[in-house]
């Protein structure tokens, strides 16, 4: 375990030396890269980064994005079903809901343009003037790699099936929300799990358990008559 943890530790200062030279790079493609890419697809990218950024930074709400951009909903509409078109934005909506779902809410699909759009877009001016470093990236790093975490998680759970489910996705409603719920139509078992990219102890169990548990008899799913189980990753 030691020795697991020393070679992290050396990963993780590769990384941010790797991440500062890049930073540095008159020629990086953390300048250029996206640029490109967003001129290939569009022929007006400055409104689909803006629409990108809000998503990066945690607005994954129709009306949230709508707030960040300054764009009315049915100006926005366009711009998210292009996305989505081209595989940079998926939608996704509550487990238990139908595709149609108004609940929906929209996500980056490539890790790099979530990184990008979230750490290098907002800051481009202070990239060009040489002045941004990878220590304004290293305060938020480890929320950022929370929702990454997330779909590790979920390409787990898909692997070692601990159930064997028909499907998997988030739950929420309201201000309740249950980051992994994977479903089993036919047996009738729902496993239900949290997210956590941190050290836990004995109580943090109990009391995340405690709340998948509460939060649990919020989701309408072939309530009483089916099998719950429950987990942390």
Sequence with gaps: VERSRGLGDVYKRQFWNW?????????????DEVDFLMRYEFEDPSTYK???EAIA?????????KNFTKLQ???????LRNLNQVGLVERTVPITENIKSRKGRYYITDNFLKFWFRYIYP??????????RADEIKEDYNSYLGHIFEEICKQYLIKEQPIKFTQIGKWWFKDRE??????NKKTKEILLMEVKWQDLNSKDVKKIVARLQENATHVHWNNKKRKESYGIC
């Design 178 to 183: 249950i980051d992994i719920v994977a479903l």
């Design 19 to 31: 991440l500062e030279n890049e930073l540095k790079s008159e020629s990086s493609f953390l300048k």
């Design 123 to 132: 800051n481009l001016s202070a990239l060009e003037e040489g002045i941004f």
């Design 73 to 79: 909903r049915t100006d926005i509409s366009p711009y």
């Design 50 to 52: 803006l629409v990108l």
């Design 57 to 65: 930074q945690g607005n994954t709400k129709l009306s949230e994005i």
